[in-house]
T-cell receptor, first 116, second 113 residues
Framework: DAGVTQSPTHLIKTRGQQVTLRCSPK?????VSWYQQALGQGPQFIFQ???????QRGNFPDRFSGHQFPNYSSELNVNALLLGDSALYLC???????????????FGDGTRLSIL | AQSVAQPEDQVNVAEGNPLTVKCTYS??????LFWYVQYPNRGLQFLLK??????LVKGSYGFEAEFNKSQTSFHLKKPSALVSDSALYFC???????????FGDGTTLTVKP
């Protein structure tokens, strides 16, 4: 049973470019959340997707956008990259539902994005 | 708004000694509390959670945590530390229906032989 998978593992971009990161949730999960983890900090919530819609959003600018596909996989897009966007981007999945809303999220190993 | 504080950036203990990694939280309503561990270049691995019930929660790898509502704390503990426990530990809070986790800034645990 595959867990959460993310691609690519590492990515190097320059300022002003655009990037797309991908995530496949754990089997049986229908909800995907994205987090940004800057060096020396805890993960910061970017947004969450469920039923192909953005359900919640953290304090991130519109340059950060996403998408969820019918197979529950998700993409994170970042436009007009800034040096400060350099971070580990984590994807987490869980199964939405009242009785499991408190279940721990399963995390992927992340995509390390470096902006030059 | 919910928040989590991990007051110690670094905790150093000798192998075989007990360890404590501290966490306090602020949230309106009933909190769901979690501890995760992160090894270098890896994602977060779930250790344990408090939802309701017994204030002492037991988790993976011999870790446990004590929920204290009056002190709004959820400290991670282990009776006897191993060198392999050395890693970055995160406390997180999830509120009902929120669906998003709020994390502390992490505590680096170093266990020396």
């Amino acid at each position: 049973d595959a867990g959460v998978t993310q691609s690519p593992t590492h990515l190097i971009k320059t300022r002003g470019q655009q990037v797309t990161l991908r995530c496949s949730p754990k089997s049986g999960h229908d909800t995907v959340s994205w987090y940004q983890q800057a060096l020396g900090q805890g993960p910061q919530f970017i947004f969450q997707y469920y039923e192909e819609e953005e359900r919640q959003r953290g304090n991130f600018p519109d340059r950060f956008s996403g998408h969820q596909f019918p197979n529950y996989s998700s993409e994170l897009n970042v436009n007009a990259l800034l040096l400060g966007d350099s971070a580990l981007y984590l994807c987490a999945s869980n199964r939405m539902g009242q009785e499991v809303s408190n279940q721990p999220q399963h995390f992927g190993d992340g995509t390390r994005l470096s902006i030059l | 708004a919910q928040s989590v504080a991990q007051p110690e950036d670094q905790v150093n203990v000798a192998e075989g000694n007990p360890l404590t990694v501290k966490c306090t939280y602020s949230v309106s309503g009933n909190p769901y509390l979690f501890w995760y561990v992160q090894y270098p270049n890896r994602g977060l691995q779930f250790l344990l959670k408090y939802i309701t019930g017994d204030n002492l929660v037991k988790g993976s790898y011999g870790f446990e945590a004590e929920f204290n509502k009056s002190q709004t704390s959820f400290h991670l503990k282990k009776p006897s530390a191993l060198v392999s426990d050395s890693a970055l530990y995160f406390c997180a809070v999830l509120t009902t229906n929120a669906g998003k986790s709020t994390f502390g800034d992490g505590t680096t645990l170093t266990v020396k032989p």
